[in-house]
């Protein structure tokens, strides 16, 4: 049921920028509804990043940053560091489904 | 500061009913301020939104488990719980309960979640 697609995997070198999209449709991001970010560290639950496309809760660094645009969604890591190696979410509500969506996921590997 | 934890059988047969319970504690589920919900995710999979309830007792279900789901509240206990009939082993799943903020989302997203409880279907 994952209508919001991520790249399975990304990587990068200690210090880089990454980016991780989340491409979704006109009943989803592209109706205006917000995206919110979850990081999922191994064997742990998810964690709140980013609320409301580009809001960060208390506590998140603000290496971790968000857009929307259109019908899809981004996360950036700057600065990339050992412990942001985790699986991150992207989710929204989708109106022809009438719930709560999540994205497909996206793996981070530092390198 | 609030925190959840999943309590339940890790071990269901085939046609038989999850049944799950979330204990909060750190605050009142009583708050009209918060969705209570439940997510799972499948073993190495994604995750999937089941449901929510408010401290009023209203739902909201995910149209495809809507048949089979019942999430309720006590709120004398400061708990919210999980049925989920005629599970099959597609139903396998590491069940979360979480925290949705009325305040600052909506609704829409989850700032606290529990530990996971991992349910396996099986006879």
């Known amino acids: 049921q994952s209508v919001l697609t991520q790249p399975p995997s990304v990587s990068g070198a200690p210090g880089q920028r990454v980016t991780i999209s989340c491409t979704g449709s006109s009943s989803n991001i592209g109706a205006g509804y917000d995206v919110h970010w979850y990081q999922q560290l191994p064997g742990t639950a998810p964690k709140l990043l980013i609320y409301?496309?580009?809001n960060r809760p208390s506590g998140v660094p603000d290496r971790f940053s968000g857009s929307k645009s259109g019908t899809s969604a981004s996360l950036a890591i700057t600065g990339l560091q050992a412990d942001d190696e985790a699986d991150y979410y992207c989710?929204?509500?989708?109106?022809?489904?009438?719930?709560?969506?999540f994205g497909t996921g996206t793996k981070v590997t530092v390198l | 500061q609030v925190q959840l934890q999943e309590s339940g059988p890790g071990l269901v047969k085939p046609s038989e009913t999850l049944s799950l319970t979330c204990t909060v504690s750190?605050?009142?589920?009583?708050?009209?301020?918060?969705?209570w919900s439940w997510i799972r995710q499948p073993p190495g999979k994604g995750l999937e939104w089941i449901g929510y309830?408010?401290?009023?007792?209203?739902?909201n279900y995910n149209p495809t488990l809507r048949s089979r789901v019942t999430i309720s509240i006590h709120t004398s206990k400061n708990q919210f719980s999980l049925k989920l009939s005629s599970v099959t082993a597609a139903d396998t799943a590491v069940y979360y309960c979480a925290r949705a903020p009325l305040a600052y989302c909506g609704g829409d997203c989850y700032d606290s979640w529990g530990q996971g409880t991992l349910v396996t279907v099986s006879s």
């Open positions: 989710q929204s509500y989708d109106s022809s489904l009438s719930g709560y969506v």
């Open positions: 750190g605050g009142p589920v009583s708050s009209g301020g918060y969705y």
């Open positions: 409301g496309n580009n």
């Open positions: 309830i408010s401290y009023s007792g209203n739902t």
